[in-house]
């Protein structure tokens, strides 16, 4: 276990860390302690990359609008070595993070990583956008997902590659994209969405971001560390904004694993295999531990994948090697099931 006081991006070019620091540190102050969001100031930051119709690192991407007025819409990732390939391509499901509050599929950094995951697992990535808070609370993110996910398997034929396999579908997701991941895969297998054309096969949750009233060790040792840059002021903040009103950190919502739970003992369309990536440097990372633990006991497979001196966010950055790791793993765990 990590002890907090190194740096996880301490492989990255000095100058590269420092704008990264000063980039959080601009990012949060644009969440307000009122739980307001200066909106104008986070689009100033959110560098946003269109989509491209050739390829590019070989892969294309397009949008598709699905409720324009929700501004429901996601990214399709085609890769174009593999897209007249004969055989079927998975399906993945993106949902990006950002503490319910930030960001979109078109985003810099997640037009980035889906397209990395697009061409290093062969699959096809449909990266999805959702309402935020705190203008849209909770449900409508899970809402958002649903919607789109059926909206996908009823246009199959018209939106996706023709080799698509919605028969090999992943739900995949970082930090608030992860705990979004988890609670759609759940109320899709109690409404059993796209039965017969869709099928949920595993869940890819990176370093999924889940909280409760309690504070975990984690948390309490890692918030005041040098390179936190999920410190408790914030996480409290998108968990007020998101959840409903009057709600505690216990709300099933956020404490997946705690008194609230739902019960997905059950559930037998809830994805059959679950990989949980966590950092040692991660505030977030024993709530990430109890959640593979409560998969677990609730008889699902699970497979815990930490890295030890890693912070929240690493695998956003290409050059560091364990992002490259972290990339290898969902492509063995895609390909192997």
Known sequence: MASGSKNPLAALPWPFRTAVGIFFKV??????????????????????????????????????????????????????????????????????????????????AYDSLCRRIAGEVSAVVASFEYRLTPEHRFPCQYDDGIDTLRFIAENTASLLPENADLTRCFFAGDSAGGNLAHHVAVRAAQEKIGQGRLRVEGLIAIQPFFGGSDRTESEIRLDKGPYNSLPITHTDWFWRAFLPEGADRDHWAANVSGPNAVDISGLADFPANTIIFAGGADPLHDWQVRYYEWLKRSGHEAELVEFAEMGHGFYAFADLSESAQLMHKIKEFVTGI
Not at 27 to 38: C, K, Y
Not at 50 to 67: A, F, L, N, Q, Y
């Open 27 to 108: 990012m949060n102050s644009a969440f307000r302690p009122d739980g307001t969001v200066n909106r104008r100031l986070i689009n100033l930051l959110d560098w946003k990359s269109p989509p491209t119709r050739d390829p590019v690192h070989g892969v294309s991407s397009s949008d598709i609008t699905v409720d324009p007025s929700r501004n429901l819409w996601f990214r399709l990732f085609v890769p174009a070595a593999a897209a007249a390939a004969a055989g079927p391509l998975p399906v993945i499901v993106y949902f990006h993070g950002g503490g319910f509050a930030a960001y979109s599929p078109a985003s810099r």
